[in-house]
């Protein structure tokens, strides 16, 4: 059986518009758990904003790496702390989306009822392992962007299917990444096509949030990071078809 793009698009689109109210829930407390770590961890202190305000960190017109150069030791520990904050929760917000999605899409497609403390049992269980491997994919991936963007979405197609394969088929972590770059070979036009639109529409969405603001800070962050969510839920879906229908060949 030939893998097709249009088939998992359709499927995708299908199994997403079903589903929707499951993905929104488990989107919104994915970006809850985001924003809460960042304001709890996030040093409260005057200083820190003042640094924000005066450097611009997250305007798009400033180079990042003049702003740094620029800063005193303090203000470059202060800025580093915040970067560790920031990444640390997208890690764990992300590693709850995946963990959530790939255990209630894997009992539909099973046809088992997604009882909800058994769900949350299979979440807890499949966290810890799931936030080392996101943490590593994320690390590689990131690397490959700053070479190149094309390299980053090629490495970020190729161990796509390691989440799924470690939860479902509980390998792993290194097996789950060989087995992910062995799949994913088979067919990497596939799954770059899916990968690549995905990344083009958070960049768009990056881009209007900056440039938007339709409620107050706290709003719109987690407005901004579930729209994120969304799209990072339809990677998944989209990545879970694939690994199906290879399944099946």
Known sequence: MNIKIK????????????QFIKILLISIIASFITITINNT???KIEYLQNLINQYEIFNLKQNLIE????MTKEEKKIFIQLCIVITCSHLIGNTFLNVSLINIINNILKKKENNIQKLICKILNNFPKSLILTTIINTITEIGMIIFIIPGIIISSIL????????????????????????????IKIITFGISLIFIAKIIIFIISTKIIFFSKSINLITIQTINNLFSSIQIIYIFRYYTLNKKN
Do not use: R, V
């Open 7 to 18: 088939k998992i698009s359709k499927n995708t689109i299908f199994f997403y518009k079903k």
């Open 160 to 187: 796509s299917l390691s989440q799924i394969i470690l939860i479902i088929e509980n390998k792993k972590i290194i097996n789950s990444i060989k087995k992910s770059i062995l799949l994913a070979n088979k067919n």
């Open 41 to 43: 961890l996030i040093p």
């Open 67 to 70: 702003l740094i150069l620029k």
